[in-house]
């Protein structure tokens, strides 16, 4: 299987003004095609292993590669899990967005936000604060752990919360290339920005 990098679900200016046009098309052609071009030239260094995912949607092979990441021959080990967890998070972060306005959360959304958190203003509040303070680059996730509770949590650099056994609901993207054109070094601007283009639509469906 030969990864591919999937077109956005809308135009490169569709979150103006909270996330630039140059922005967008710069880190969707750029880096995460960089993620993908290297996942597949380390799964080239083994043809075996890689066929064994052939026949499975590319985000499920991924994701099954991830959560089994010590089965990974070992010398490509670490280009995957890098590379390959760049590729699913980026995959991810373009479809849990959507031009500002258009959504709202859902009851089905909404109602296990408020459980675990309180309020969906408590919820921002905690998420916020861990994206912005996460130190270096990384991702700030919404997750459902293994009994299925949601937290707040950070992965420095591509790692997957698959990687720990945790399920993805929302993630954001703080490395400083998602934002710094329009933003420079102010990524809380950033992150309060993020908000109003949340695609609210399915998240806990």
């Known amino acids: 299987m030969k990864y591919e990098l999937p077109p956005l679900p809308y135009p490169y200016d569709a979150l103006e003004p909270y996330i630039d046009a140059r922005t967008m098309e710069l880190h969707h052609t750029k880096?995460?095609?960089?993620?993908?071009?290297?996942?597949?030239?380390?799964?080239a260094k083994?043809?075996?292993?890689?066929?064994?995912?052939?026949?499975?949607?590319?985000i499920e092979a991924l994701e099954e590669m991830l959560k089994n990441i010590d089965s990974v021959p070992e010398d490509i080990r670490t280009?995957?899990?890098n590379h390959g967890g760049g590729h699913l998070n980026h995959s991810f972060f373009w479809r849990i967005m959507a031009p500002a306005n258009t959504l709202i959360p859902k009851p089905s959304t909404l109602n296990p936000i408020?459980?675990?958190?309180?309020?969906?203003?408590?919820?921002?509040?905690?998420?916020?604060?861990?994206?912005?303070?996460?130190?270096?680059?990384?991702?700030?996730?919404?997750?459902?752990?293994?009994?299925?509770?949601l937290k707040v949590i950070t992965t420095p650099n591509q790692d997957s919360p698959l990687l720990q056994g945790w399920t993805p609901v929302l993630g954001l993207d703080v490395?400083?290339?998602a934002?710094?054109?329009?933003?420079?070094?102010r990524r809380t601007e950033y992150i309060e920005a993020w908000w109003n283009v949340v695609n609210w639509n399915n998240l806990l469906e």
Do not use: C, I
């Open 79 to 81: 280009a995957v899990r």
């Open 46 to 58: 083994h043809p075996s292993f890689a066929k064994a995912t052939e026949g499975k949607p590319e």
């Open 31 to 43: 880096h995460h095609q960089t993620y993908v071009d290297r996942l597949n030239e380390a799964l």
């Open 179 to 185: 934002y710094y054109l329009k933003y420079q070094n």
């Open 175 to 177: 490395w400083e290339h």
């Open 114 to 149: 408020n459980d675990a958190f309180g309020s969906l203003d408590e919820f921002k509040k905690q998420f916020t604060a861990a994206a912005a303070g996460l130190f270096g680059s990384g991702w700030a996730w919404l997750v459902k752990d293994q009994s299925g509770a």
